[in-house]
């Protein structure tokens, strides 16, 4: 298990759950990112369906004000852990609600209609004069990443080992860390 971040030596990938880990370098420059992006007082994070980058994060302050939200109750000794079930964007705690400065969101399905109740889900949590997205999908989303978000494809695309089609990250701001190429990834012909 040596090399591995401790989220990735303490949690196995679940098919069943539909959960494929990125890679250890793309998990650290996501961590950076939100970082980055949440660093001023009083911003934090929405992490949905998004373990792996909450609980890499090393920011302790940007930790506390950020909430990992997963369907998946085996992080639930989290105190900042909130069950979330897509399906159902309603049902998120009110509290939460308009609270945050950033989402970080990776569904477990690539469809429109899964994107569609994560969108609801965003726009609930983001703070009412809006916010940044950063989102992790297949090329092929591309259109409506712009039309549901506002995000645009960014140059860095996550390396996610064990997923079978490459994904790119989408986000509606600019970051230069975004646009620069993974060097985990070979470059598109």
């Given at each position: 298990?040596?090399?591995?971040?401790?989220?990735?030596?303490?949690?196995?990938?679940?098919?069943?759950?539909?959960?494929?880990?990125?890679?250890?370098?793309?998990?650290?420059?996501?961590?950076?990112?939100?970082?980055?992006?949440?660093?001023?007082?009083?911003?934090?994070?929405?992490?949905?369906?998004?373990?792996?980058?909450?609980?890499?994060?090393?920011?302790?302050?940007?930790?506390?004000?950020s909430?990992?939200?997963?369907?998946?109750?085996?992080?639930?000794?989290?105190?900042?852990?909130?069950?979330?079930?897509?399906?159902?964007?309603?049902?998120?705690?009110?509290?939460?609600?308009?609270?945050?400065?950033?989402?970080?969101?990776?569904p477990?399905?690539?469809?429109?209609?899964?994107?569609?109740?994560?969108t609801?889900?965003?726009?609930?949590?983001?703070?009412?004069?809006?916010?940044?997205?950063?989102?992790?999908?297949?090329?092929?989303?591309?259109?409506?990443?712009?039309?549901?978000?506002?995000c645009?494809?960014?140059?860095?695309?996550?390396?996610?080992?064990?997923?079978?089609?490459?994904?790119?990250?989408?986000?509606?701001?600019?970051?230069?860390?975004?646009?620069?190429?993974?060097?985990?990834?070979?470059?598109?012909?």
């Amino acid at each position: 298990v040596q090399g591995l971040n401790r989220f990735l030596a303490r949690h196995q990938e679940n098919a069943d759950m539909n959960q494929y880990w990125y890679s250890k370098p793309t998990i650290e420059f996501m961590a950076r990112e939100v970082e980055q992006q949440c660093g001023n007082e009083g911003d934090g994070c929405a992490f949905l369906s998004t373990p792996s980058i909450y609980f890499s994060l090393k920011d302790k302050g940007v930790k506390a004000r950020s909430k990992c939200l997963d369907f998946d109750t085996a992080f639930n000794k989290d105190p900042n852990y909130v069950f979330y079930d897509f399906n159902r964007p309603e049902d998120l705690p009110e509290e939460l609600c308009g609270t945050f400065h950033m989402v970080v969101i990776d569904p477990p399905f690539i469809t429109r209609e899964v994107w569609e109740k994560y969108t609801a889900a965003a726009k609930r949590l983001l703070r009412p004069q809006g916010g940044i997205i950063l989102g992790s999908t297949i090329d092929e989303n591309e259109a409506f990443m712009g039309e549901l978000l506002g995000c645009a494809k960014k140059q860095f695309r996550p390396s996610i080992p064990n997923l079978v089609y490459q994904y790119s990250l989408y986000a509606n701001y600019e970051s230069e860390g975004l646009e620069n190429p993974n060097p985990e990834i070979p470059p598109m012909d």
